[in-house]
């Protein structure tokens, strides 16, 4: 059983990305092609935004928001505690420090009760991610965060196509960013990312900056990144674009079905989506207390399964601070399962995960 199953997608679309490419090699424009503004211009529109900024990676996203919003030395950075590490990292490579903030423990997303408490006259930025696929509290983020003056920089790597409130996920504040990284929603074949902002200065200076900071050519204004999105990535996109509204729907369908497979065999640790959200289950995560009993019985079936994340952000070493007091983070990092989960994930397959569940929690509920 595959993780993530790129290769049933790839059928469906390689023909077209063949040709995609195709043209870029007859084209020779391998740097900033025609194919990167058709792409920005597709994103764009369906995030239900003004301005898309292709860009290398989701980290780079990250990079160039927060270089467009001056966050440097002396500056405090407002991160949930349990995430991936680029929004941290871009945080500490800026000189800036990042400030940890405790997690929901229903929706692993940035807990907005905690967040007042957590701001001071250092906070530059919030950096809520939609993590596992679905969005923060967006209306009471945003609320306290324009209440103080502060930008929010939306992380949407994993919850590209996901809505909060029917409004697009990366659409939800003053910027958006994700990640196309392979095994994303959206994937490209290699490294990509895009930003997205309804702001025209912004989105300038976001555009610039990710360009080596030029205003034309070799006129370099303010410093910047070599941050650009491949033409051939950006042709990639495009034509997995062409099927991403199915698969989204495949994605929201399945991930249903697939809590409703768990639920029937008395398992309650699946995913719960909040009612004003829908799930693009970026990540399909359950919570388990024998975390490495499942994960053996997964792995004797051939059945794949990771953790995302085994710490929380305070403890990892780079980017530590370990006067955090997040412990709803903390209980996470040691209970949440990913399973397999994509568009073409069988009906079949999914039983049989759900199988080897059940007799795991079986056998805690015995030795209970
Ligand atoms: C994948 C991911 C990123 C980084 O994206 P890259 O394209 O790999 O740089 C950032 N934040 C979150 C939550 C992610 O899942």
Do not use: C, P
């Given at each position: 059983m595959h993780f993530i199953d790129l290769h049933a997608q790839q059928k469906l679309v390689r023909d077209k990305i063949e040709h995609n490419i195709n043209a870029v090699l007859n084209h020779g424009q391998y740097i900033l092609g025609p194919e990167v503004a058709e792409l920005e211009g597709q994103l764009a529109e369906y995030v239900g935004v003004k301005h898309c900024i292709g860009v290398s990676s989701g980290t780079d996203a990250l990079l160039v928001a927060l270089m467009a919003l001056g966050v440097g030395p002396g500056d405090e950075v407002i991160i949930p505690s349990f995430t991936y590490v680029a929004p941290a990292e871009i945080t500490v490579l800026l000189g800036a420090t990042p400030v940890y903030v405790d997690i929901c423990p229903i929706s692993y997303n940035l807990n907005p009760e905690l967040l007042s408490k957590n701001l001071t006259d250092k906070t530059k930025v919030i950096i809520p991610t939609s993590l596992y696929g679905q969005c923060p509290d967006f209306d009471r983020i945003n609320k306290i965060a324009n209440d103080n003056g502060i930008p929010v920089v939306e992380d949407g790597a994993q919850s590209f196509g996901a809505t909060y409130k029917a409004s697009r996920s990366c659409s939800l504040s003053a910027i958006g960013v994700t990640s196309f990284f392979p095994s994303k929603p959206l994937g490209a074949y290699g490294d990509a990312g895009a930003?997205?902002?309804?702001?025209?200065?912004?989105?300038?200076?976001?555009?610039?900056?990710?360009?080596?900071?030029?205003?034309?050519?070799?006129?370099?204004?303010?410093?910047?990144?070599?941050?650009?999105?491949?033409?051939?990535?950006?042709?990639?996109?495009?034509?997995?674009?062409?099927?991403?509204?199915s698969e989204v729907s495949a994605r929201v369908q399945i991930g249903k079905e697939f809590s409703e497979i768990l639920l029937s065999r008395g398992f309650e640790g699946y995913p719960k989506v909040m009612p004003c959200n829908e799930s693009v289950y970026g990540q399909y995560t359950i919570r388990v207390e024998n975390r490495g009993e499942v994960i053996s019985a997964l792995k004797e079936k051939g059945i794949p399964s990771a953790v995302h994340y085994p710490a929380p952000l305070h403890l990892q070493t780079a980017v530590e601070k370990p006067s955090t007091h997040a412990p709803e983070a903390v209980a996470a990092s040691k209970q949440v399962l990913s399973l397999p989960f994509h568009p073409y994930i069988s009906k079949e397959e999914l039983n049989a995960i759900a199988d080897v569940i059940k007799e795991t929690q079986d056998a805690i509920a015995q030795f209970d």
């Open positions: 930003i997205f902002t309804n702001e025209d200065e912004l989105a300038l200076d976001m555009r610039r900056i990710s360009r080596h900071g030029q205003d034309g050519r070799y006129n370099h204004i303010r410093l910047g990144v070599n941050g650009r999105l491949d033409t051939i990535q950006a042709a990639v996109l495009l034509a997995k674009l062409d099927i991403f509204d």
